[in-house]
Structures are given as C-alpha cells and as structure tokens.
Nanobody, 117 residues
Framework: QVQLVDSGGALVQAGDSLRLSCAASGGTFRYLSMGWFRQAPGKEREFVAAINWNGNRAYYQDSVKGRFTISRDNDKKMVYLQMNSLKPEDTAVYYC??????????WGQGTQVTVSS
C-alpha cells in the first residue's frame, strides 16, 4: 500500500516563500497522480494543485496560479509544492495526495503552513 509523508510547513511572513515536500513509499511512483490539498480552520478541505504521472501536466486552483508550482521527482519518489509570494489566506494544513492508476486514493498526515501579516 502507498504511504505518504508530507513536510516543510512553517510559520512565515507574507511575501515569503516555502517548499513543501511529500515522500511516497510502498508503490510504483509513476503509477500515481500526485497533488496537494489544504484545509484552513473552520473551512472544508480544498484542492490546491495536481500533477500527472510523468510531470508534464499540472493543474492549479485559481487563487494560487502563478505563485505556486507543483513538481515531482520520480527517481526520488517525491512531490513538491513551491509556494512563492505567500499570503495570510494561504494559512492552512496542507495535505499531500496520491491517486493510483487503479483508482485508490492516499493521503499524507498534513503539514501546517502559517502566513503572518
């Protein structure tokens, strides 16, 4: 079974940059479409970004487009979320997500990102 461990969250100031990482194990990484979701206090979990199996297609929520970049390294079995020009409204717990080609979904434990004004 696939296991995901996400990390890299921190307390930063508005305008700062941060890179989140997600390490995958227990499966064939190239069979996974990868993504990031986030959940702010009192709000539902929302989609942030996704990337296909070979890394040549990416999708973003409109609010992060142009600021965030998702990438993957299939040799290292890692996925990243580079976050630039962070805003207070980006504050949330960020979750790594994987969707297997066979249809199963997997989640990381979450990592806290806090952006102060």
């Amino acid at each position: 079974q696939v296991q995901l461990v996400d990390s890299g969250g921190a307390l930063v100031q508005a305008g700062d940059s941060l890179r989140l990482s997600c390490a995958a194990s227990g499966g064939t990484f190239r069979y996974l479409s990868m993504g990031w979701f986030r959940q702010a206090p009192g709000k539902e979990r929302e989609f942030v970004a996704a990337i296909n199996w070979n890394g040549n297609r990416a999708y973003y929520q409109d609010s992060v487009k142009g600021r965030f970049t998702i990438s993957r390294d299939n040799d290292k079995k890692m996925v990243y979320l580079q976050m630039n020009s962070l805003k207070p409204e980006d504050t949330a717990v960020y979750y790594c997500h994987a969707r297997h080609v066979y249809g199963s979904d997997f989640w990381g434990q979450g990592t806290q990102v806090t952006v102060s004004s």
